[in-house]
């Protein structure tokens, strides 16, 4: 995270009575980044966006959004943000185009915005559907109007709150291509989400439970954080012997050790990295005339890595 | 600087077309809004009857009442108002319908209202009713008050009537008395004083004899000064107070001792007697050629405006309805906008938008203002030509009123909107401030029957000023009261002021 910092936080918390909704948060995210913010239902990913936001007011530490606190923000720093709310928070009455064009309005968009309107509409696939009513459109299609919207005035900053949950796979996809465009056009997306596979499109991924921050880092050494290295699954033809595996648990690509049995002929062993390491076990099989099946990297998915760490998080506690 | 107010422009208007937008795509909702007002109007004004209810009356005259007949001659002269059932001496079986709704009226004849004529004293109906409404028991007061002024009237005429067939016979007695007062004065000049006394004792007897056929009737007009009717009081008074002067100068003539030397004493008393008896009788003709109606009733009213056109009761509720039904529009419109934006969740993203309390407030008073005053000249328009309303003033005047209405209306609907948390809690405010305007605003009750503290209520509802000065303007002509359109211009700004905190306070940070 060596880039110009766009979000900043030390300490943060927020109370609301007795409950702390967010407990010392320390977040660092630097400029043209997507950050996934992952957690389940009601572990305080939406009140941390209010905070980011200026909605809320922190209760102590401290946020700091284009190196400005959020509750201070002036009108030419709130514009250079756009947000995608939860819900669909258009309105219902209002058609595609007129929901977009007061979202326009509000953001101080010149009223020469015909083409950007239409260009935003076809970028979100929503051109043919200008002059329908938000109430007609499906739950998809108000998403993709919600994003719209918080992108109307080009922010260099989005902030995206749930923006796929309840949407098929098919649109999530789609979404995420889309979120992968706008970093690649320089925004920083701050986007939280409770699909746990949506972290691997992520540059940073902070995971969040119970309104404390358990783990901030990149997809991947997220990933070796859980799994301890890079796992390699090597299949035999037959079962390798005990003695065998312990020679192997000894060999330098081998971490600390760790190897272990799966079912059908099928060893787990951790490395440090798999590309090097895997020649390494492909010649190591050689030499002791073990005849493999199969020999690849296993990449653990980000719902196990998420159940993991927030296992961890629950026995720490 | 003008980029800034130039965005705060487009902000505002981005609400106002927005607001705009929203009500016009419900077409329900503009429909009741424009034509359910009118259809009430319409309605009101097609139903509503001026004529006064008439009561199902039933009158009890005690047995024995020698009333009777002057009851059965009265009650068939009352056709306007009371629809006579009957005349009975059953009070229990008149009580008893009275309570089962037969009738609406039970009038209790006195028993016996010479004696207390007699005795100086009034006679009494009873009026027995079993109304509940206030209005309906003030209206049966004031048609028992009119019902007993048209007996006495009646009672008087006939009584007066038949004093003036009586006083043609006192008229003879007058002429013969006066021939003999004549001859009294002739023979005390001549001297002959003994003679003169003899015809003054004649004189004297039948003046006690028409003093007894005449007095009592005139005694009894007289007497009426005492209850205030002064009209026939006056006149009987003026003749019993000649008849007894008459008296009393012949008794003193009569007791004077005859002097043949010097009579000039009993001549003067003569001449007086001659004179009253003159006097007397002029008096008498006049009380006989006043038109009976006129001694008993001199005086009628008759009742007219000094505005420029005949009004139709229902064109004194329409500008009460007008500025009800305005008020009421714009305070359910407003209360409903932003527990709406809060219950919705725009109001999150609003908060996170460059966009101020004050810029939001504005936008959606404009579209609202806009919006009601649309609606109000629909309403007025369709009034005014389609029920025949008249417009006697300024239509800037008018305007300005309607514009006050609404702005201070906008403003509890705000301040409601932000007070409540649900759009249904928003809802039973607004039916709070409308049946607080029902009952203080002048709609159906004049404030002067409100106890002064209470009043304060009816000025704090924007409806109240509408109401007095859209009656001043409409039906008056007149501009109404200047301290009424300051007043509303203040609460504007007061209740703008009031909502734009609130609101600030909301869009702020928590």
């Known amino acids: 995270m060596d880039n110009v910092l766009v979000i900043e936080t030390t300490n943060l918390t927020k109370k609301f009575g007795e409950q702390t909704a967010v407990d010392q948060l320390n977040l660092e995210i630097p400029a043209g980044s997507i950050f996934g913010f992952i957690g389940p239902s009601g572990c305080g990913k939406t009140t941390t966006v209010r905070l980011l936001l200026g909605i809320y007011e922190p209760t102590s530490g401290s946020a700091r959004v284009f190196n400005t606190a959020p509750h201070a923000f002036n009108r030419q720093e709130q514009g250079k943000i756009g947000y995608m709310p939860q819900m669909f928070v258009l309105y219902p009455d209002l058609t595609v185009w007129e929901n977009l064009n007061f979202a326009a309005s509000l953001y101080g968009v010149p009223l020469r915005r015909h083409k950007q309107l239409h260009e935003l509409l076809q970028l979100v696939n929503l051109e043919e559907h200008v002059g329908k009513r938000a109430n007609q459109l499906s739950g998809g299609m108000q998403r993709r109007l919600s994003l719209a919207a918080a992108l109307v005035h080009k922010p260099s900053l989005l902030f995206l709150d749930e923006p796929t949950t309840g949407i098929d796979p098919v649109l999530r996809r789609k979404f995420w291509d889309h979120f992968v465009e706008l970093q690649q056009m320089g925004h920083t997306l701050f986007v939280t989400t409770q699909y746990v596979g949506e972290a691997a499109y992520c540059d940073y991924v902070g995971v969040m439970n119970n309104g404390r921050l358990i783990a901030i880092d990149t997809p991947e050494a997220l990933r070796r954080r859980v799994q301890g290295g890079d796992v390699l699954h090597l299949r035999t033809q037959e079962e390798v012997a005990y003695t065998l595996l312990r020679q192997l648990g000894e060999q330098p690509f081998v971490l600390n050790g760790r190897v272990s049995r799966l079912p059908e002929s099928t060893l787990q062993i951790i490395v440090e990295e798999a590309s090097t390491a895997l020649p390494l076990l492909l010649e190591w099989c050689q030499e002791q005339e073990i005849a493999v099946e199969s020999a690849s990297e296993y990449v653990l998915p980000f719902d196990d890595i998420f159940v993991e760490l927030i296992e961890k998080e629950t026995a720490h506690v | ?510």
């Open chain 2, 1 to 510: 600087m003008f980029n800034s107010f130039f965005s705060s422009l487009i902000r505002i208007f981005a609400f106002v077309r927005k607001e705009v937008l929203t009500i016009v795509r419900q077409p329900r909702l503009l429909f009741s809004l424009i034509l359910g007002p009118f259809l009430i109007l319409l309605i009101f004004g097609i139903g509503y009857r001026d004529t006064p209810r008439t009561l199902r009356t039933l009158v009890i005259v005690p047995e024995g009442s020698p009333i009777l007949g002057l009851v059965e001659q009265y009650t068939a002269s009352f056709t306007n108002r009371i629809e006579f059932l009957g005349i009975t001496t059953d009070a229990t079986n008149a009580t008893s319908q009275l309570r089962e709704g037969n009738v609406d009226l039970v009038v209790v004849a006195p028993l016996n209202p010479m004696v207390e004529w007699e005795n100086n004293e009034q006679s009494l109906f009873s009026l027995y009713h079993a109304e509940v409404d206030p209005f309906e028991v003030a209206y049966i007061q004031v048609l028992g008050d009119r019902v007993a002024e048209a007996i006495n009237k009646q009672v008087l005429l006939a009584a007066l009537e038949e004093t003036k067939r009586e006083s043609a016979q006192w008229q003879e007695s007058v002429s013969e008395a006066k021939v003999k007062a004549t001859t009294v004065r002739q023979e005390l000049e001549r001297g002959n004083g003994a003679l003169g006394q003899e015809t003054a004792v004649l004189l004297q007897q039948d003046m006690g004899l028409l003093s007894l056929a005449a007095g009592s009737s005139l005694l009894l007009f007289a007497n009426l000064a005492a209850t205030g009717d002064t009209n026939v009081a006056l006149p009987a008074a003026t003749l019993h107070s000649r008849l007894e002067s008459i008296q009393d100068n012949l008794d003193t003539l009569v007791a004077m001792e005859a002097d043949d030397t010097d009579l000039s004493q009993e001549i003067a008393l003569a001449e007086q007697v001659e004179r009253d008896l003159t006097e007397f009788d002029t008096l008498l003709t006049q009380f006989q050629e006043i038109d009976s109606q006129v001694l008993v009733a001199p005086f009628r009213s008759e009742t007219l405006s000094v505005g420029l056109q005949r009004l139709d009761p229902t064109h004194f509720y329409i500008p009460a309805v007008i500025s009800l039904l305005l008020q009421h529009i714009a305070i359910t419109m407003a209360c409903l906008s932003i527990v709406g934006e809060r219950r919705g969740g725009t109001l999150e993203f609003l908060q996170a938008a460059p966009v101020s309390a004050l810029e939001t407030l504005l936008g959606k008073y404009i579209s609202f203002f806009l919006l009601t005053a649309v609606l109000g000249a629909i309403l007025t328009g369709l009034v005014i030509w389609g029920m025949g309303m008249p417009m006697l003033g300024s239509w800037g005047n008018y305007a300005l009123t309607i514009a006050g209405v609404l702005s201070v209306s906008l403003g509890i609907g705000f301040i409601i909107s932000l007070a409540a948390q649900t759009n249904s809690q928003a809802i039973q405010y607004a039916m709070i401030i409308l049946l607080a305007s029902i009952f203080f605003s002048g709609f159906f009750l004049p404030l002067y029957r409100l106890w002064e503290p209470v009043r304060v209520i009816s000025w704090l509802l924007p409806a109240t000023y509408g109401t007095d000065l859209l009656q001043n303007i409409m039906l008056r002509g007149q501009p109404g009261d200047m301290v009424l359109y300051v007043a509303l211009l203040l609460f504007s700004l007061l209740f703008f002021l009031i909502a734009a905190r609130q609101l600030r306070r909301q869009m702020a940070r928590l």
